[in-house]
């Protein structure tokens, strides 16, 4: 079985808890966070130099960071993931927006407001330059999901899975999602897909 190491509250970690939910595939999670200094640590260091979480754990003792990595390692070959190669790469495109685009804004912000530990670097001029550019992240969204259900295609995929784990979050960073009815909407419909878990759910130990 497979180990996600990763920390409950972050949305990079719930990705891939939520696609192995998705597709009822059974795995352990481990607890490491930085809050407590667990991804700084020798032993977790050891299996990561980046330090940081989600990591993957395979079966056979290999080691897999960085959380989109993860998911399009346990989507291939699965409904998530569009076999047809240019719709695969637009669902890549998508993937990469989420990491460049959306998280340094959207994710950002959130931890800046809600980890007391950031309240150093919490500076108004932070605040107002991830809450501009997370707005311009959620515009790129809403212009695609305004007439589309999903971001490729007519099927939920892998970038739906990215940019659902911390734009269902997002008013938790101040972002008010009430001018963004497309998002608004997508994020029901990935609520609705069968075996979805919430961000606090984890698999029993």
């Known amino acids: 079985m497979i180990t996600i190491h990763g920390m409950a509250d972050s949305g990079n970690c719930y990705k891939p808890r939520l696609l192995m939910a998705l597709l009822g595939r059974p795995f352990r999670h ?3 966070s930085w809050l ?4 700084a640590s020798e ?31 346990l989507g291939e070959g699965t409904k998530f993931v569009p076999a047809e190669a ?4 637009r669902m890549l495109a998508w993937m990469f927006f989420e990491q460049y685009s959306h998280e340094p804004s959207v994710a950002v912000r959130r931890s800046l407001l809600i980890y007391p530990e950031m309240a150093d670097v919490a500076t108004p001029e932070r605040l107002a330059a991830t809450l501009a550019g997370g707005h311009k992240a959620l515009g790129v969204m809403e212009e695609r999901l305004a007439d589309d259900d999903w971001l490729v295609g007519n099927h939920p ?18 972002f008010d999602l009430a001018a963004y009815p497309g998002i608004r909407a997508w994020l029901q419909r ?7 878990r919430p961000r606090t759910w984890l698999p029993d130990a």
């Open 36 to 39: 407590d200094g667990g991804t």
């Open 86 to 89: 240019f719709e695969r790469a």
């Open 157 to 174: 995929s892998l970038a739906d899975i990215a940019l659902y784990a911390y734009t269902h979050v997002a008013d938790q960073g101040g």
């Open 190 to 196: 990935v609520a609705a897909l069968d075996n979805y």
């Open 43 to 73: 032993t977790f260091r050891r299996k990561t130099p980046i330090g940081k979480v989600p990591l993957l754990e395979t079966e056979d003792g290999r080691f897999l960071p960085e959380s989109n990595a993860i998911l399009f390692y």
């Open 30 to 32: 481990r607890e490491v």
